[in-house]
């Protein structure tokens, strides 16, 4: 997904410079059928899988519900971040094609942190995602900080290489930790929690939005820093109880 929108970061500002908006539009949108259309052909799942029955719902609704509002927080700033961050950089008089490349590389740094916090999960926590879900969100909470403290937006690039491997980053441990809320139906508790959280990607650039039109875009991210603490603690508390 990260590396899609750093493909599309990249491109999008470029095309509308030279071609307008609608052109820009036109040429990411095939890209994106075609792409969609060619993993759908390419992808199989195993007849093992396709023919297993689990024959128990869904187990710890509550505790699912939870972590779905975990998850809700935990998109709530993703979006906010991948949405304002190449605004808050125009509003400094950056130029869209530079400012669409930081964007770019916070996708690209988003998409090896991916894989770096779940080999930490994995290697390091001893496969604890709720606690490299937690650890994660305090990172996210220092570096959105650090952006209202030190006005972040004056160093693009470090900037976009410290939000992506952070704000950016939580997706796949959190859907690890859900899976394993739901007892012996964990594709249920996935979708449950997800169809909470995705709603933080509507709701979550409107609110910071808002916050940065009457504050401006540098002490509004401390606000979403809040966010991010909140959802690491709700995670952490919530997988505990997976444990007992």
Known sequence: VTAGASISAALIPVLTARFGWRTAVAVVGTL??????????????????????????????????????????????????????????????????????????????????????????????????????????????????????????????????????????????????LADSGGSAPASSTGLGMSIGFSGTVIGPPIFGLLADRWTYRPSWIVVAMVALGAGVITWRAARRIAH
Do not use: K
Request: net charge positive; proline share 3%.
């Open 32 to 177: 994106v059928a075609v792409l969609g259309l060619a993993s759908a052909n390419w992808f199989r799942r195993p007849p093992e899988v396709r023919a297993a029955v689990i024959p128990h719902g869904l187990e710890n609704r509550p505790l699912v519900v939870t972590l779905g509002v975990a998850m809700f927080l935990l998109l709530f700033v993703q979006h906010c971040v991948s949405t304002h961050f190449i605004l808050a950089l125009q509003d400094r008089g950056v130029a869209l094609v530079v400012a669409g490349a930081a964007l770019s590389l916070l996708q690209l740094s988003a998409t090896g942190a991916r894989y770096g916090w779940a080999w930490i999960a994995d290697r390091m926590l001893r496969g604890d995602a709720s606690r490299g879900v937690f650890i994660q969100c305090c990172g996210s909470a220092l570096v959105l900080a650090a952006m209202t403290v030190f006005d972040g937006t004056r160093w693009p690039a470090l900037a976009a290489v410290l939000l992506g491997a952070t704000t950016q980053a939580g997706n796949g441990l959190m859907q690890v930790v």
